[in-house]
């Protein structure tokens, strides 16, 4: 079901590649490793690139308490984009050339996650990275947990705007004999590379990594 957009967030050019369906909201979140975030400070304006996950109608993110971003963010308003590039599309004529993409905006202001929900919330981060390596590792401990923020900002204001296909030519350039498609782009797996200390069988979620498919 779509959600009615916001002030912020009423897509106004390219209006029809817009959706406000919290479904495609979190297929495009949960395909994502890196957000950035935009926020401002005494210094002006930033825009900064970070880890981030979703659980539930929240995405996450972390950081060093001293972090300036973690800092800002619980002070204002800020916001979040994630956006996967899908392919190059190529008209006949050269302002109907396009890309193919899938992105999202988030608006709102991040919250503190307090103890025990913060450990539960790192422990679903190392989960989105790779499913059954929590279970694996050395958890942190209270010196760790101590020295990191948690952030969470609820995803209720919030667009996506999708665009899939073929170039989208004017009728009077058709003639023209240029190629005109799409080159598509997607994220590869590579081999993993084991550590040169590691005598540790790899699990699945290792072995599997390049033949597993990439969410699109």
Known sequence: MNTAPSSRTQVKRGA????????LLHAIVDAAYLCHIAFADAHGAHCIPTACWRSGDHLYIHGSNGSRMVQRLTEQDCCVTITHLDGLVLARSAFNH???????????RFEIVGEPAKRQALADFMEHIAPGRQAEIRAGNDKEFAATTVL?????????????????????DMHIAAWAGV???????????????CTTPAPGYVRGWATDCVTS
């Open 152 to 172: 969470r900002i609820a995803l209720a204001e919030a667009a996506c705007k999708v665009r899939t296909g073929a170039p989208d030519d004017d009728e009077e």
């Open 16 to 23: 029809s590649k817009a959706s406000y369906d919290p479904a």
């Open 98 to 108: 396009s890309m193919n993409y899938r992105s999202a905006m988030v608006y709102g």
């Open 183 to 197: 080159l598509p782009l997607a994220e590869a797996r590579g081999t993993p590379v084991p550590d040169a200390h």
